[in-house]
């Protein structure tokens, strides 16, 4: 295995065993030709950076039936416009150009409609860049890369703020696509991008951010020094509630923008905490079985009581958790969820039935499994009636 950024031979600290496809919900006739990898995890201790050592290729996660909607969550419709107003105030200005990688159906531009920025998203999966279009979104149905460039000359050297979230984390060619952010960006231009945390990710033994689609997990240390590798300075982190404890880069050019204590700050907090070598890495593997084993023992005593369990959401997330638990329908009856796209299908490898959200309600189950614990306000607020009647909120991950 080797380093995705580096090419240098890489190691395995742990392995999730077998896994599908995150995203990769299916119908019962597809449960024999199901597409299973070994996903294991490693750490190149020069560039600080967790990584994927195996995972799918790009094309067969990101397809025409990619089942995730960014809109699908009110918190995240708030989140986005806050983040364009910040964008919009901090780094643009009338006649700026904006570029969104893997900007889904478009929850973040939409909020330059009603501005004179001259902004595009790439959007990958087919039937979500046409949702995007179809609403007015200019998308071009395309990862971001090099060889897309030319498509879109007006942008070369002209662009002022090229942003992404929740994206950057998705890219094995990340080399290439700082490249093409070189190649796009003006001279005084930003990149700017927010990923799930590291330090989150450790914090809270948070094992389920670990999925097929997301190759890195990055810290402030792994973001400084991948950009400082292709002539970028890291001048900016700024902490973010989202995904459970995510962070927002800013990236610029070399020497062009002061350096904010931001950025000082969070690298000796994660020197000290031993994120940025592998140590801390053994510590988390530990975790994680330790996490397996009490999920498992809780889940066992609610069935001892007969109780009945359901998911709620059928996260990306929840894929790792259910494989690498071995928890099937013995365990969990259903996984409720909003997206059409989802409901009557079944959970990737376990095969658990995904039904619409409203039968959380009419099939009373005592136990819930929050599978989007990182959206758990916004659930948690809609489903008080689960609590009236003495449903249990359950999760690895406290709630
Ligand atoms: P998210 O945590 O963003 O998923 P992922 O782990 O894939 O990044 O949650 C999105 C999923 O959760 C999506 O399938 C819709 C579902 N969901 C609900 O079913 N109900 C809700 O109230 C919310 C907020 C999400």
Redesign the pocket.
Known sequence: MNCKITNSKLDPFMSFGKMPL??GFITKDQFDNEFFFEMNVCFNENLSLLQLGNHPKPEKMFNIDY??YTS?????IKHFSEYANWIKKNFLHEDSKLIEIGSNDGTLLTNFKSTSVDFLGFEPSETIAKLANDNGIKTINSFFCKKEVDKINKFKGNTDVICAS?VICHIPNLPDTIETVDILLSNKGFFIFEEPYLGSMFDKTSYDQIYDEHIFIFSVNSVKKIFNLFDFDLIDVIPQNT?GGSMRYVVARKGKNEIKGSVKKYTEKENKLNYDNIKSCFEFKLNCEESKKKTLDQLNQFKKEKKIICG???????TTILNYCGINTTVIDFI????KQ?IGKYSPGMHIPIVS?SEFQSRSPDIAYL??W??KN??LK?ETKFLERGGKWFSHVEI
């Open positions: 995150a995203n089942p995730f699908s969550s009110r918190a995240m929740n995904h709620y959401a059928a996260t990306s997330k929840s409720c969820d909003t997206t989802k959200a599978f989007a990182n959206h916004e659930i809609k």
